[in-house]
């Protein structure tokens, strides 16, 4: 396998020009820069929307009086600034840098980019005040106005243009497994949403097709992207080629053929088609494979680098992130069959596992990869790398408080509702201790926000010392820097 990437990569370097990793950065500095910072200002406004509604659970009554700050509309007005605010802006800033350095070509219609970002703000700003003004849908995963997903989708097809336009002059004949993952979520994720806008379903069929929808937006716009990242940051920081080309090859297809008949294990129990049920649940056990397949891959490329893990601010987040992937997928499929589903459905176990999904995966590696993209754009370093690690461990012990917690207080709340000697409300006063503890991880993971925010604020506008050396959690000698970890 190493001697497929050895030789590609010669094959590659052949034809290159001097100085292209300038070049290429130069050209996706502003389109990039717009998206990973228009992530994170929807970072924070989520995570005030989420705070709100996790304390609610301590507090019921806390403001009540206020009809926008209701828990109907704050829950729903926070999936969809995370979903479609943070994680899609900030990924598609990282989809598009890892396009460029992958295809070692520049862009030339950033501007197409430009345009996309400040229409998809605009969007999510209608959007958001709607939910909080009491227009939303009641469409789980789809709260927003119609329109607003219809301008959400032309910003997708416009962002992604100039990729598909690079793509036709790219400089290399090989695609690496990143460009496979980002090309294939460009074209899953404006086809789910197109096909989920359509007007077509009704009852028991519009069920099925929202969880197939929501199912999907995880599994093959929101996982592609992050693990696109895994696979192009573990090797790079470390130094060395990944540890199996083929299996992630494997990997990829079986990603692409599986998830896609996962989505109706949200419906266990429910009115939908028996068959169905019974398909989606087989389909997410066979997810066992290509989660296990990437799991192996990255586990074999970082062994051995303990070092680099515990003094990169890139590796750290983003194998923390490739862990969390494994865990989160091993437990879905347990998740998914019959008896479990009985225990934990429509209890807090399912919220710590989307936790344990969006952000203990997906959110921490787009923070890893952000760490190694910004200073290379900007020319420029991190100003302090305290501060990265007062970001790291805030949001890495809370969101292990949170998922820890809700784990807990899902299964004590589903054996208490399925205790026919105990009442409903016995099943909610049991987990009030461990709803306690998600608000601390949350106010932990919202400090870790405020700080990560306050970092990519200086480097955007370079404030802070201009360190002579990338921005390092432990000394290291001179001697052991490797050009993949230079700033340059
Ligand atoms: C093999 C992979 C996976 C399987 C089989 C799986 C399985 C499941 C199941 C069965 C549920 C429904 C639980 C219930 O309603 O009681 C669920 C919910 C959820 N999963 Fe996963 N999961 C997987 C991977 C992931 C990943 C990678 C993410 C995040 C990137 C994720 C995020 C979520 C979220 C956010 C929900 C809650 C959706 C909602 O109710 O609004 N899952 N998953
Ligand atoms: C400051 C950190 C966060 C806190 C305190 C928090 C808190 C919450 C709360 C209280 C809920 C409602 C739970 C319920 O209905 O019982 C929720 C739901 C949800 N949050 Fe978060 N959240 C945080 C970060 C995130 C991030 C970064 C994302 C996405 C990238 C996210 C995605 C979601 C999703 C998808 C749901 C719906 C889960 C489901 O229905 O199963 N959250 N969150």
Same mark, same amino acid.
């Given at each position: 396998m190493a001697t497929i990437a050895s030789e590609t990569v010669q094959d590659n370097q052949a034809r290159l020009p001097e100085g292209w990793r300038e070049e290429v950065d130069a050209s996706v500095r502003w389109p990039v820069t717009a998206f990973i910072a228009s992530g994170a200002f929807w970072l924070v406004i989520g995570s005030v929307l989420a705070l709100i509604a996790s304390f609610k659970f301590n *507090?019921?009554?806390?403001?009540?009086?206020q009809g926008w700050l209701t828990f109907g509309r704050v829950r729903p007005a926070h999936l969809q600034t995370m979903i479609f605010g943070w994680i899609s802006m900030a990924g598609f800033g990282v989809l598009t840098w890892l396009w460029a350095r992958l295809l070692k070509t520049d862009m030339r219609l950033g501007w197409l980019q430009l345009v996309s970002v400040a229409v998809w703000n605009l969007a999510m700003v209608v959007g958001t005040i709607a939910i909080l003004a009491g227009?939303?849908?009641?469409?789980e995963w789809v709260e927003f106005p119609l329109f607003v997903y219809v301008i959400i989708i032309g910003c997708i097809g416009i962002g992604a243009f100039p990729l598909f336009e690079m793509l036709r002059r790219r400089r290399v004949r090989h695609l690496y497994v990143s460009i496979w993952y980002i090309g294939a979520a460009l074209l899953w994720g404006p086809f789910l949403l197109i096909t989920f806008s359509l007007p077509i379903y009704e009852g028991v069929a519009h069920a099925t097709a929202n969880w197939w929808f929501a199912h999907n937006i995880l599994g093959l716009w929101i996982t592609p992207v992050g693990l696109a990242a895994a696979y192009y940051f573990i090797p790079k920081v470390i130094g060395r080629p990944i540890y199996s080309y083929h299996l992630s090859i494997l990997g990829f297809w079986t990603l692409a053929l599986f998830y896609?008949?996962? &989505? %109706?294990? *949200?419906? %266990? &129990? &429910?009115? #939908?088609p028996q068959w169905a049920v019974t398909i989606s649940i087989v389909f997410s056990v066979m997810m066992v494979i290509p989660v296990v397949v990437v799991a192996l891959n990255h586990h074999m490329t970082a062994f051995g680098s303990l070092k680099a893990v515990l003094r990169s601010p890139t590796l750290r987040f983003i194998v923390f992130g490739a862990m969390s992937y494994t865990a989160v997928s091993l437990h879905g499929s347990f998740m998914s069959l019959r008896f479990w589903q009985e225990l934990t *459905?429509?209890?807090h176990h399912t919220i710590g596992h989307a936790h344990l999904g969006v952000y203990a995966f997906a959110t921490m590696v787009m923070f890893g990869s952000i760490y190694y993209i910004m200073p290379r754009l900007m020319q420029w370093e991190w100003r302090s790398s305290g501060l990265i690690n007062l970001h790291f461990w805030t949001t890495a012990l809370g969101i292990g408080t949170y998922v820890v917690a809700l784990t807990i207080a899902g299964v004590l709340q589903g054996l208490t509702l399925m205790?026919?000697? #105990?009442?409903f409300m016995e099943s909610q006063f049991i987990t009030e201790p461990w709803l306690y503890a998600r608000s601390i991880g949350g106010t932990l993971m919202t400090v870790g926000h405020l700080v990560f925010g306050y970092l990519l604020y200086s480097i955007i506008l370079k404030k802070g010392p201009q360190l002579d050396g990338p921005t390092y959690f432990a000394p290291v000698l001179r001697s052991e820097t490797s050009s993949a970890d230079s700033a340059a």
């Open positions: *507090h019921p009554e806390w403001l009540v009086e227009f939303s849908r009641s469409i896609n008949w996962a &989505g %109706v294990h *949200h419906l %266990v &129990g &429910g009115p #939908a *459905h429509f209890t205790d026919p000697g #105990a009442s």
